[in-house]
């Protein structure tokens, strides 16, 4: 992965002893100044404990670090987990020589399980020793669990003459379904804008691209969004053309980062793109497309390379929205399978075997009865993927 560098951000990754085999699993962020910041999270009613902190921290519209813990999701650990979450910030507090209040915190993991302060605590001098401009990299790292890859991008605008920069990191592979987030992720920027503007942008591009994912239909308790923008460009949002140049940035970082997490689902070994035209709404469509996409059945058809377009067409509709079978037409990319609610024949069917295997591919109906569109990245659904879960404390 290459090196990835925001002006002003620094960052690390470290071993702690929470995961296995010296496995890097504490992170951290660090702006040399405080910066604007944003989060979104997640709508389980189940929130782990750094959730619920950042959540009342991040009214403030001010932080400076996040630090960030894999291999132990700190969640339905009670008020000792709420505890051990601020003191986690403590820690990184005082060695940064920061507000305990300008310090978030993430965790990813084992649910249920006591946070090991003792180990956080050891680790945390040499984590702060490790800041550097280029540790973007140790971070994306570090904040791996059953990911098999790290996650990042990178992306430079210009506002007024001044070049703007933005980074992106995420982790996410399995528990994946759009309420939110559906992971983490941590962007930063070193433009200049307010709180109020970089709530509405994030919370738009999380809606264009983390919430239109889905490798397993599980939201996780934990799923966390933060941006952080310190300004150091001189680059300042001041105009309609300023915001558009900067959301357009955003939406493609962000779908970056989802698109690498839908390639990295669980044993997944495709990434489909679900996409419904021809509704009567885009929500009408988007509920389609979310059910196709969530679909077991079509996910495990995919993953066996199987044109059963039955599945597809049974998943629309248990969606619970209008539609007319007589109108229906299916595409596997540019392959004509079902037209007016009928299949068009073997020989279609192997042509669209062929495109099953392709490691990216699109399916496409049209209902055929208004404007409304949307789309879903979905994965198939692999005998790895159960063998992953099944042993995952283990």
């Given at each position: ?220 308790t934990n799923d966390t969004v933060i941006i952080m923008a310190n300004g150091l460009s001189g680059a300042v949002i001041k105009s309609s053309e300023h915001i558009d140049c900067f959301r357009n940035l955003l939406d493609d970082i962000l779908i970056n980062l989802a698109k690498q997490i839908v390639k990295d689902g669980e044993g997944a070994t495709k990434l489909v793109e679900i996409y419904v035209k021809g509704a009567l709404s885009d929500n009408d469509a988007h509920k389609i497309a979310d059910t196709v996409a969530n679909s077991n059945l079509v996910k495990t058809a995919l993953f066996g390379e199987d044109a059963n377009w039955g599945r597809i067409i049974a998943a629309a509709g248990r969606a619970n929205v209008p539609l007319d079978q007589s109108k229906i037409n299916i595409f596997f990319d540019d392959i004509l ?58």
């Amino acid at each position: 992965m290459a090196h990835l560098i925001c002006p002003g951000f620094m960052a690390a990754g470290v071993a702690s002893g929470l995961k296995k085999a010296g496995e890097k699993d504490l992170a951290i962020i660090f702006s040399k100044i405080p910066a604007k910041v944003a989060g979104a999270f997640t709508s389980n009613k189940i929130k782990a404990a750094p959730v619920l902190l950042d959540m009342e921290r991040i009214k403030s519209g001010i932080s400076q670090a996040i630090i960030v813990n894999s291999g132990n999701a700190n969640c339905c650990t009670g008020y000792k987990g709420l505890e051990d979450a601020k003191t986690m910030a403590g820690f990184a507090a005082s060695n940064l020589g920061i507000s305990e209040e300008l310090v978030l915190v993430c965790s990813t993991g084992v649910i249920g399980e006591p946070l090991p302060l003792d180990k956080i605590q050891r680790a945390i001098p040499s984590l702060i020793d490790s800041l550097k401009p280029e540790g973007v990299c140790d971070f994306a790292r570090a904040i791996m669990t059953t990911d098999t890859v790290p996650k990042s991008v990178s992306r430079q605008g210009k506002i007024d003459g001044k070049t703007f920069t933005i980074i992106g990191v995420a982790k996410g592979s399995g528990m994946i379904r759009p309420d939110m987030a559906t992971m983490l992720s941590f962007i930063c920027t070193d433009i200049d804008a307010d709180y109020e503007l970089l709530k509405k942008l994030l919370d738009k591009a999380t809606q264009r691209s983390f919430n239109r994912i889905t490798i397993d239909g599980d939201t996780s308790t934990n799923d966390t969004v933060i941006i952080m923008a310190n300004g150091l460009s001189g680059a300042v949002i001041k105009s309609s053309e300023h915001i558009d140049c900067f959301r357009n940035l955003l939406d493609d970082i962000l779908i970056n980062l989802a698109k690498q997490i839908v390639k990295d689902g669980e044993g997944a070994t495709k990434l489909v793109e679900i996409y419904v035209k021809g509704a009567l709404s885009d929500n009408d469509a988007h509920k389609i497309a979310d059910t196709v996409a969530n679909s077991n059945l079509v996910k495990t058809a995919l993953f066996g390379e199987d044109a059963n377009w039955g599945r597809i067409i049974a998943a629309a509709g248990r969606a619970n929205v209008p539609l007319d079978q007589s109108k229906i037409n299916i595409f596997f990319d540019d392959i004509l399978m079902v037209k007016n609610g009928m299949g068009c024949g073997k020989a279609v069917e192997a042509e669209a075997t062929g495109v099953l295997m392709k490691p990216e591919l699109r399916i496409s109906i049209d209902l055929n009865l208004g404007n409304g569109c949307a789309s879903v990245i979905t994965c198939d659904f692999s005998i790895e993927y159960v063998k992953i879960n099944a042993d995952y404390r283990s």
